[in-house]
Each structure stands twice: as C-alpha cells, then as structure tokens.
C-alpha cells in the first residue's frame, strides 16, 4: 500500500533513508568517490525546507512496516525534484517504484512544473537505468528530458 505522509511524519522515513546513505557510503567505496558523511538530522532538516513549499511524500507500507518512500518537491521557480527513492531489496521489482514516480511525475505534470530532476549516484547503475524508463537522461544529474509523460 502506498500512502501519502506529511512533513510532521517525516521521521518514518528515516530507517529507509539511512539504509539508502549506507548504499551511497558502499558505492563511495567501490568507485574510489569521496563522500560528505550526512546524518539523518541535516537530511530531515534539508527535506523539511524543501515541505515547506510543495512537496509530495509518499511511503510504501507492507504489512504495516514502512519499506520504502519517495520524496518530491516543487521550488518556488516551478522546477520539479524527486529528492529521494528508496526502496528495501526484499520489495523492488513488484511495481512500487514504478507506482511512488508515476505519482510522483503525474504531481508535478498536474503542478505544470518547467523541468524535472533528480540526482543519483553514478555508481547506481540499477537506480539509472530505473530512471531512464521515465524519461530522464544522464548528465552531471539525470534529468527529465521532457515533462511531458513519454
């Protein structure tokens, strides 16, 4: 089940989003990539600034544990992000992830945003070529080649 959370619920998403910098840490590692170590704390206050605009979280529940989420937001210049998607192992490829974007595009589509990206680790390669299924291309960030939907 997919539902929709609001900031003051944003601390669900913590477990998941320490299991996503982990990966980001391991992938450091494998790449020979120096990374700035985040805690959970500077996140949550960084996604907190950004709910204070429009935002859209979302969290996927399987019997009623929190195993993944997406963040999304919209600035003030109408430029859409998805800030953040995790997903635990056990639940990917069964369609969540496909679910939390197409919500997540279909938002920001309905919010006419300009332009739409995300960043993503360049040692991701499942998480790229996920991405690339919506449309957005590899540059220093991938970004969405169109915000229309293809």
Not at 2 to 21: G, H, S, Y
Not at 121 to 141: L, V
Request: proline content about 3%.
């Amino acid at each position: 089940m997919i539902k929709t959370i609001t900031v003051k619920q944003l601390d669900i998403i913590a477990p998941l989003w320490e299991k996503l910098n982990a990966l980001h840490q391991d992938l450091d590692e494998k790449i020979g990539q120096s990374r700035r170590d985040t805690t959970w704390e500077q996140r949550r206050r960084q996604l907190h600034t950004k709910a204070l605009g429009k935002s859209l979280i979302q969290i996927v529940r399987v019997d009623d544990k929190a195993t993944g989420y997406c963040f999304s937001s919209i600035d003030n210049d109408n430029k859409g992000e998805i800030d953040s998607l995790y997903l635990l192992p056990e639940c990917r490829e069964k369609g969540f992830g496909k679910i939390l974007m197409e919500n997540a595009l279909k938002w920001m589509n309905d919010s006419e945003c300009d332009d739409i990206k995300l960043w993503v680790h360049p040692g991701n390669t499942n998480a790229i070529a996920f991405y690339w299924q919506f449309g957005f291309a590899t540059e220093p960030i991938i970004k969405k080649v169109t915000n229309k939907p293809l």
